[in-house]
Structures are given as C-alpha cells and as structure tokens.
C-alpha cells in the first residue's frame, strides 16, 4: 500500500472519507475534521493509506501540530506526558497529536472490512507515516490521546520498546437510554439516586427557564463560560480557542445539531450545556456557567445531564455521550464508565522504557482502586487494562 500525505480534506472526496469512518463517531466525519481544519484550530495534516491505483481509503491519519502556546489538554499532550518534557523536548513540544484532539474516545480510521492482518499492516503503514513527519520536524514523538479499548486493542501491537502508554487521567462516560422518556430513565436509577435526580430536577425546573438554541448564535454569551469552568479545573483556554471549536461545531453539523442550552435566572444566563446530535447519539461536548455569586439550583447536573436525556428522548435518540470527567456523578446518574489511553509512539526506537513507569502505574492504581470501591460503574472492558 502507499501512503499519501494531504494538506487539506477538501482535497478528499467526503464519500470516499466516510466510507472508511466509523459513522457512529462524529469526531472522525468528514465534516467535522473539515470544519476544524478551516477553524485554523491547528495546523493539520492528513496521512491516507490506500493501494497503489486504488481510490478507495483503507485507513487515514490527521496529524496535529502541538502548540506549547496553547497549554490545553486536548491539543498540548506534554499536559499529560510530563516526564517526556522534563526529560527533553525540543523547544517545549515533544510531537505531533495524532488522530482526535477533542477530548472524547479517540478511534482509528481505518477499513473495519479487512481482515485483522490486513487492518494491522494499515495501521503499521500510517504509524511509520507518522513517525517520518515527526523526524523530519525534529520531534520525537507522536501522540494519540484519550484513545478507547478497542483502538488500543488494534495499536498495542504495533508499539515499540520506546513507546509510552498510560491510562487517561479521565474516563469517558456513556449512557444508554432506556425505554421511551425521563420517566424510565429514572426508574432505572436505584431509589436514593432516583430521589436526588427528581429533587435536582425539580428545584431546577422552579428556578430556572431554559432555551434551546442554535449553537451559532451562542457562542459569544456561553464562550466565556465555559472558559470559566475550565480555568476552575486547571485548564489554560482562551475565549477566542472555544470560540473556534465550537464554531466547528456549528459549521459542522448545522443549526439543527448543534445547539446551546441556556439556563437563566430571573432572565440572566447562568449557565449553558453544548449539545451535539450525530446520527443516534447526542454528545454534551462543554459545560459553562457564571462564577459571579449567581443561585446555582442544580445548574451543572440539569445542564450537562438531565436536559440533554429530556432532548435525546424527544429527538429518537439512543445514546448521550455525557464525555470526560466528574465521573463518579455522572455514573450515578446511569452512565458507564469507559477506559481511555494516552500513548505516545517514539519517532525512533531505544527510548528508555521505564521512564514516566511511576506515574502510569500511579495511574492506574488509582483506576484500580475507584473500581473495586463502586464495582457496578466500571464495566469488564477495564479487565485487559488494569
């Protein structure tokens, strides 16, 4: 097969692009990765496997520039390689992102059709790929990020002796509704959960009013917020790097799909949840609200969970990707809890293995123990890699 560097997918047919995607996984569409490349987010640039005469894609990489400028944890992986930097980085970047840079499961572009040889020598195809625009911009490492257990699955055996991989410092969280509405959602929540979720919802329906709008015509009120939300959380964001992603976002999916949730309080905005409806899932894609002394009547629980069930109900929906982070709440509430893996692929082999060992076993003994306290949360996909 060869491998083909692109500068822009406008240069690739969207049919032929979503042939080879995963369609249930908004964040590898062709519309998305258009819309975040025209945001200018991150300069970009595509690897795509094919077999020599053949238009048909058999696997595709985007690679990202790291922008050490940037410092946000879904577009600056040293955030979460730090020993890598502080063993020596080039100018403080370590690499190239590979893949997703959205903070959610990270998925691999490839032709789900071929047999398991066939997907792994794609993979080793783009992988090499990869590791050649690295060498060549002096960088050591590319990176995936927040990848799931089934890409780790395909990846892991193509990993080498200076390869770095860790559990994600988060998890990703999914819900899968059950029956027809709210009512059977709650119903599938045990008896003092369920009591919370209705007092929640319910101390939120008699303070707050809600709206529902296109995301576009949002993003200059809820930017901010969401922005405050992060910085709470030790997250470097500006107001103008929200504004881009969730202007790919709208760009992306349109009017229909991407939409803000506005909560307000005698008519101030107080908070805000960014929805996103791809094919049968919603995903809850960003949380902000006030820091100002603002009432908080449940905001962040109505806002980032139960308004978006209500609106995954009325759309037909079967899924709310309810993402990274606060996971035991959002588990309480009904969703699994889902591994995700960062790995760092070494440019070259001979890297010393056993650096940054301490802090993926920490991480992983943390993982560990969060399990065997609340068993019920965690799923058997954790098996293979705790």
């Not at 042939?19 to 690897?47: C, I, K, N």
């Not at 050490?68 to 020596?88: I, Q, V």
């Not at 969401?226 to 500006?238: F, L």
């Not at 919603?282 to 902000?288: A, E, I, P």
């Amino acid at each position: 097969m060869t491998v083909k560097r692109v500068a822009s997918l406008g240069d690739i047919s969207e049919h032929a692009w979503n042939d080879v995607a995963d369609p249930r996984d908004m964040f590898q569409s062709h519309a998305w990765l258009r819309a975040l490349e025209q945001s200018g987010d991150a300069p970009v640039t595509y690897l795509i496997a094919r077999r020599p005469g053949d238009p048909r894609v058999l696997g595709a990489l985007p690679l990202y520039d790291s922008l050490p400028s940037r410092g946000d944890y879904l577009s600056w992986p040293e955030l979460h390689f730090r020993d890598l930097l502080a063993a020596g980085s080039r100018g403080g970047r370590l690499g190239l992102l590979a893949g997703s840079c959205a903070g959610f499961s990270t998925r691999l572009i490839v032709d789900r059709t071929l047999p398991s040889p066939t997907r792994t020598a794609v993979l080793r195809a783009l992988r090499e790929a990869a590791g050649a625009v690295a060498a060549e911009r002096g960088l050591p490492y590319t990176f995936f990020l927040f990848l799931d257990a089934a890409a780790w699955r395909d990846l892991a055996p193509l990993t080498a002796d200076g390869d770095h991989h860790r559990l994600a410092s988060v998890a990703q969280t999914e819900l899968e509704l059950p029956g027809a509405g709210f009512d059977d959602y709650l119903a599938t929540l045990p008896r003092n959960t369920r009591t919370s979720a209705r007092r929640e919802a319910g101390v939120f329906a008699k303070d707050c009013s809600t709206e529902t709008v296109p995301l576009r015509e949002a993003i200059p009120a809820v930017a901010p917020m969401i922005v405050n939300v992060r910085a709470k959380h030790g997250m470097a964001y500006s107001v103008d790097v929200v504004t881009r992603r969730l202007s790919a976002y709208a760009s992306a999916l349109g009017d229909g799909a991407a939409t803000a949730l506005l909560c307000r309080v005698e008519g101030r905005v107080v908070g805000t949840g960014v929805m996103c409806r791809w094919h049968d899932r919603l995903y809850v894609t960003d949380f902000g609200r006030l820091d100002d002394g603002a009432p908080d009547p449940f905001v962040y629980f109505n806002a980032a969970i139960y308004e978006p069930i209500k609106h995954a109900y009325a759309a037909g929906l079967s899924t709310v990707v309810t993402g990274a982070g606060a996971e035991l709440g959002k588990a309480r509430r009904g969703s699994a809890v889902l591994p995700l893996v960062h790995l760092a692929w070494a440019a070259a082999d001979g890297g010393d293995r056993q650096l940054g060992a301490a802090q993926a076993e920490d991480r992983e003994t943390y993982w560990r123990k969060l399990r065997s306290t609340h068993p019920t949360y965690f799923p058997a996909v954790w098996d293979e890699l705790l």
